[in-house]
């Protein structure tokens, strides 16, 4: 991790802003789509109920990018997304734009400032147990965007992923099958389980997608990860994920490392630090991040030039938290 540009990212005045992805458009230019919401909801969870993904822009990967649009914004309580749209992940595939998110909906009123909206509200527990993972596809970075009318990962009853099915994290091969990593939680009586990673694969980008495996990915009770991010290796596939409780990589919410063969049994690759909350700015001094999550790696030329991942200032928690961004950090060709 090289010094990261304090003028770079993605910033918007009165608006938490969250996520991150980038793909360099066919104008030449890098493109980062990414989630906000209101400042007048709270940091976590107004996420569930007013998130909608955005586009901006940069002429270099660094930054800083500027807004230019609301890509899926809320499109009504029937739709599957219909009243919030988050975690997007974007992929240039043969010329094809192809942006993986997750989506919610409720029936219930609009929250606005000062109505209470928390965690406990009705409103955010029906959000939250309608999480889904969708597909929205255009040809041009610029759109439009073609969205389904249902998701690509529904849930499951009796299965892993019977609660919700969140944070996508695709990897779309050159014979057009994906390998799609995603979120899950498991209902236990009326409330959801522990958060797992499950597996999905399809044959076509544009599905059907099938769980491959009855069990997550990681046993829950050795295993407690968040925001896997995968590409394809010589031996199979790289993970770098949050490691939630520090248990894997040696620091809380840093980031762990992991190989597979077959992007079905994963192994955690030992005393090894993906990345660090801890951030070297480009003015020499040094910042421990609050939140430092949702990472994605930037390829050009085959190699990991830039990590994005979505930052937040405080001493840690969503509560805490007074600003949040995307931050860019750039990466070295070898460790330095």
């Given at each position: 991790?090289?010094?990261?540009?304090?003028?770079?990212?993605?910033?918007?005045?009165?608006?938490?802003?969250?996520?991150?992805?980038v793909?360099?458009?066919?104008?030449?230019?890098?493109?980062?789509?990414?989630?906000?919401?209101?400042?007048?909801?709270?940091?976590?969870?107004?996420?569930?109920?007013?998130?909608?993904?955005?586009?901006?822009?940069?002429?270099?990967?660094?930054?800083?990018y500027?807004?230019?649009?609301?890509?899926?914004?809320?499109r009504?309580?029937?739709?599957?997304?219909?009243?919030?749209?988050?975690?997007?992940?974007?992929?240039?595939?043969?010329?094809?734009?192809?942006?993986?998110?997750?989506?919610?909906?409720?029936?219930?009123?609009?929250?606005?400032?000062g109505?209470?909206?928390?965690?406990?509200?009705?409103?955010?527990?029906?959000?939250?147990?309608?999480?889904?993972?969708?597909?929205?596809?255009?040809?041009?970075?610029?759109?439009?965007?073609?969205?389904?009318?249902?998701?690509?990962?529904?849930?499951?009853?009796?299965?892993y992923?019977?609660?919700?099915?969140?944070?996508?994290?695709?990897?779309?091969?050159?014979d057009?099958?994906?390998?799609?990593?995603?979120?899950?939680?498991?209902y236990?009586?009326?409330?959801?389980?522990?958060?797992t990673?499950?597996?999905?694969?399809?044959?076509?980008?544009?599905?059907?997608?099938?769980?491959?495996?009855e069990?997550?990915?990681?046993?829950?009770?050795?295993?407690?990860?968040e925001?896997?991010?995968?590409?394809?290796?010589?031996?199979?596939?790289?993970?770098?994920?949050?490691?939630?409780?520090?248990?894997?990589?040696?620091?809380?919410?840093?980031?762990?490392?992991?190989?597979?063969?077959?992007?079905?049994?994963w192994?955690?690759?030992?005393?090894?630090?993906?990345?660090?909350?801890?951030v070297?700015?480009?003015?020499?001094?040094v910042?421990?991040?609050?939140?430092?999550?949702?990472?994605?790696?930037?390829?050009?030329?085959?190699?990991p030039?830039?990590?994005?991942?979505?930052?937040?200032?405080?001493?840690?928690?969503?509560?805490?938290?007074?600003?949040?961004?995307?931050?860019?950090?750039?990466?070295?060709?070898?460790?330095?």
């Amino acid at each position: 991790m090289l010094p990261a540009p304090r003028s770079g990212g993605f910033r918007m005045e009165g608006y938490w802003v969250w996520c991150g992805s980038v793909v360099q458009g066919e104008d030449g230019r890098f493109h980062l789509f990414a989630s906000r919401w209101p400042k007048s909801l709270p940091m976590h969870p107004g996420w569930l109920v007013g998130s909608e993904i955005v586009r901006a822009v940069s002429d270099s990967p660094e930054g800083p990018y500027r807004f230019q649009e609301i890509v899926l914004p809320a499109r009504g309580a029937e739709y599957w997304d219909g009243r919030s749209t988050h975690n997007p992940h974007i992929v240039k595939h043969k010329g094809i734009y192809l942006l993986y998110y997750m989506g919610t909906t409720h029936p219930l009123r609009e929250p606005v400032a000062g109505d209470g909206f928390g965690l406990e509200d009705p409103r955010c527990i029906v959000a939250r147990s309608n999480k889904r993972v969708g597909l929205a596809v255009a040809d041009s970075v610029f759109g439009p965007w073609r969205r389904s009318d249902a998701p690509l990962l529904p849930a499951r009853p009796g299965g892993y992923d019977s609660y919700l099915t969140s944070n996508p994290a695709p990897c779309v091969k050159a014979d057009d099958s994906v390998l799609l990593l995603y979120k899950a939680r498991r209902y236990e009586g009326n409330e959801h389980g522990r958060m797992t990673i499950g597996a999905a694969a399809a044959s076509h980008w544009s599905g059907p997608y099938e769980p491959v495996s009855e069990e997550p990915v990681f046993p829950p009770e050795r295993f407690h990860i968040e925001d896997p991010f995968i590409w394809p290796t010589g031996d199979g596939y790289a993970m770098i994920a949050k490691d939630m409780d520090g248990t894997i990589c040696g620091e809380k919410h840093g980031g762990m490392l992991a190989v597979s063969a077959d992007g079905l049994r994963w192994k955690p690759v030992p005393e090894t630090k993906a990345y660090s909350r801890t951030v070297r700015w480009d003015d020499g001094t040094v910042q421990t991040m609050g939140s430092l999550e949702r990472p994605f790696l930037l390829f050009q030329d085959g190699k990991p030039t830039h990590l994005f991942a979505a930052a937040a200032d405080g001493p840690g928690g969503f509560r805490h938290a007074e600003q949040t961004w995307n931050i860019v950090i750039p990466l070295a060709d070898k460790p330095v």
